[in-house]
């Protein structure tokens, strides 16, 4: 039996940890830490620098190299082959080093709920017959982290918030009825193919860590500076994570919160 526990640790600062992680990476028996080459080493090295620190006792950590997405077959299908393939490695790797069953920990970018596939995935391998229970202990998500950076409230006095990613607000626009957008996983910065009048957008890269960077103000002031400074940090760090908020100005006058 696999006693599969998923920790979210937040983006990248150790002092994001909670208690509950905290106690759970040091009960565990063994933590699986991906390596996903070379242009986002300091991935491994912030998870490497987060055990380091609460690491108190016999656990073993091991690292291993996760496969890569196909990104130029169809995307749903390439992720779907993709999260085939990390089920595999993860066989092989519970196989090599807990084969008489045993806690199992991984440790989870911000939150193992949100624009996660580590849930998925042990879901496939206990499709595939592996005895396994599984834990989450929630972290905190890149959402949050950037509300509290800009120190703004994810939503206004009685209204709706809208979750997305990138391809879906290039594909389908701003929605009806909805006055903030959250927007993830976007390469392209798709608020560019929005009418830019009466929306502010709050944006921010490598939350919680030693290079985060923010930018805020109306999207038809700050768009091309956010759009220029991705792409010099993207060229600077050879990966990015970021995140924004977006507002329709009529929503944000419904606020009375004041």
């Not at 609460?54 to 995307?75: I, K, Q, S």
């Amino acid at each position: 039996m696999i006693d599969l526990h998923l920790i979210g640790i937040g983006t990248g600062n150790p002092d994001h940890l909670t208690r509950a992680a905290i106690v759970a990476m040091n009960a565990a028996d063994l933590i699986l830490l991906p390596r996903k080459g070379d242009a986002k080493s300091d991935l491994i090295d912030l998870r490497r620098g987060i055990c380091a620190e609460v690491l108190t006792g016999a656990t073993r950590v091991v690292e291993f190299d996760l496969p890569e997405r196909d990104t130029t077959a169809p995307y749903l299908r390439a992720v779907d082959q993709w999260h085939d393939a990390i089920a595999v490695v993860w066989s092989i790797q519970i196989a090599q080093h807990l084969p008489n069953g045993g806690r199992l920990a991984l440790l989870v970018w911000g939150d193992p709920s949100l624009y996660d596939s580590t849930l998925r995935i042990a879901d496939r391998l206990r499709t595939d017959g592996m005895a396994m229970t599984v834990t989450v202990e929630p972290g905190i998500t890149s959402l949050q982290a950037l509300t509290a950076a800009h120190a703004i409230p994810l939503n206004t006095v009685g209204a709706p918030v809208l979750v997305t990613t990138g391809r879906r607000l290039r594909a389908w626009g701003w929605p009806a009825d909805i006055g903030t957008i959250a927007v993830m996983l976007d390469g392209d910065c798709a608020f560019q193919t929005l009418d830019a009048a009466g929306i502010s957008i709050w944006w921010g890269a490598y939350l919680g860590m030693k290079d985060q960077m923010l930018i805020a103000g109306p999207l038809t002031v700050v768009a091309k500076r956010i759009v220029q400074t991705r792409a010099d940090l993207r060229e600077q760090h050879g990966w990015i994570m970021d995140i924004y908020l977006l507002r329709r100005d009529t929503s944000r006058r419904s606020d009375n919160s004041g």
